[in-house]
């Protein structure tokens, strides 16, 4: 078979995939550790700026609020503009509305910031995953696009790291260098994506044909051509509404669901760790061990599902992610006035179980929408995926206040376990498929 006979979704990973992997990968751990960091902040400023129960659950749900208008916005402005424009963008959002937080006074200024970076989040994960997957082979594509998720979990990781350590400093208004450490991210990774190409199958859809043979011959070589490309639909402009009656509304209600499910628990933890864990009787340093020990093992869950992604495939995966999982939260609902170690080990093991769903949020969406709804589909996911989430992260001070951790632990696994029933459900299997043959409601 010779190069003029290979589809672009059939060759070897070449150095060009690997870099924009990385530029790709630098956004999600941005991602994560500005989204985490509120998690260090929030109990200082709290004290700080005598913010109640209600202003600390809006600030930190206001990321996620943002997300879900970022994630309408970017798939509108990812089909309309490109993947490109907006892979800029957003880490532009990120260091600005970082840098303004060592100046706010209030709440409301910090909710008006974290809002703004929501909006930059959603973006990233319309144009950041659309963008990768169009470029990578499909024996690739999963594993790279779950490893943004063991990206986000990184970039989480590290803003507990760092933020900690300049709490520790203490500087009077620590947690101000807290919320603008993050801007050092953005800087690097504005520099990093300097030179990246828009993605051929985007401008295929608009009919810019010549310029996506030139960014074709530049990435996979100079006897590639369009004849290279699978064919894919004409460019249509569809409207919310028309999505959803195109056939893929039932797509689009299933990522934004098990997105959801996944993400609801998960962004609760790392809004409320201290009073989460301080509430399971950790304090101190089993708090500090604890952290520690979570945030990890959700990495470690991360990097296993990405290593058995392909030969497991996404439908089991999915559906075993949230099982296992679920059962931990009971566990931990069930055990919650238990000893340390054993609330450390239930909370271990959510964390290690629920890395299947959570690599899958990035590969479902980018598989199950063709070239001229990708964008819009994975906005959709997104959006309606984080309102739950922040519904359920604007509910945890006042949940602890008034039903207590056990019962609040109850709560997040009846979530999960909504996650494992529409999988079981509607979850679909898109391993070893093409982009095209993934996306085709005959699929």
């Known amino acids: ?46 004290a700080d700026l005598h913010l109640s129960n209600f202003w600390q659950g809006m600030i930190a749900a206001s990321a996620l609020i943002g997300i879900f208008f970022g994630g309408f916005l970017g798939g509108w402005m990812g089909g309309f503009l490109g993947r490109k424009k907006l892979y800029f963008v957003a880490p532009v959002l990120f260091t600005l509305c970082s840098l303004t937080q060592l100046w706010v006074e209030s709440g409301i200024a910090i909710f008006l910031c974290r809002f703004i970076i929501g909006v930059g989040v959603g973006f990233e994960y319309t144009a950041g995953g659309s963008l990768l997957a169009e470029f990578l082979p499909k024996q690739a594509r999963g594993p790279r696009l779950a490893m943004l998720t063991i990206m986000w979990f990184v970039g989480a990781a590290l803003a507990y790291i760092v933020g900690n350590a300049l709490l520790g400093f203490g500087y009077d208004h620590a947690w101000r260098w807290v919320l603008v450490s993050p801007a050092v991210i953005g800087i690097i990774l504005i520099i990093m994506r300097i030179g990246t190409p828009e993605s051929p199958r985007w401008l295929i859809s608009k009919g810019r044909t010549a310029e996506a043979e030139a960014i074709i011959k530049q990435v996979y070589g100079a006897n590639f051509s369009l004849a290279n490309v699978p064919a894919q639909a004409p460019e249509k402009q569809l409207s919310f509404t028309q999505v959803l009656a195109s056939g893929y509304g039932k797509r689009v209600f299933f990522c934004s669901m098990f997105w959801a499910c996944s993400v609801i628990p998960v962004f609760a933890v790392y809004a409320f760790a201290p009073k989460v864990l301080a509430a399971l009787h950790l304090k101190g340093e089993w708090a500090s061990l604890g952290s520690v020990i979570i945030t990890m093992m959700f990495v470690v869950g991360c990097v296993i599902a990405t290593r058995l992604i392909n030969s497991m495939g996404r439908r089991k995966m999915v559906i075993q992610s949230f099982l296992w999982s679920g059962l931990a939260l009971l566990g931990l609902g069930m055990f919650s006035d238990s000893s340390q170690i054993l609330i450390v080990v ?17 590969v479902y969406p980018n598989e199950l929408f063709p070239t001229e709804i990708r ?9 309606f995926s984080r309102i739950g989430a922040a519904i ?11 039903i207590g951790i056990g019962n609040t632990m109850f709560v997040a696994a009846g979530v999960t376990l909504l996650g494992l029933i529409v999988s079981v459900a509607l979850a679909p299997e898109t391993r070893a498929m093409s982009l095209e043959e993934a996306t085709s409601l005959n699929s």
Do not use: E
């Open 346 to 362: 239930l909370f271990s093991l959510y964390a290690l179980f629920i890395g299947g769903a959570q690599v899958l949020q990035l």
């Open 392 to 402: 359920g992260t604007w509910l945890v001070p006042m949940s602890l206040d008034t």
């Open 1 to 46: 078979m010779t190069k003029n006979d290979v589809s672009i979704d059939d060759v070897s990973l070449n150095g060009f995939h690997r870099l924009l992997s990385i530029r790709t990968g630098g956004g999600w751990l941005l991602d994560g550790y500005v989204l985490s960091i509120i998690g260090v902040a929030l109990m200082q400023l709290s």
């Open 375 to 383: 964008a819009i589909g994975v906005g959709m996911g997104t959006s």
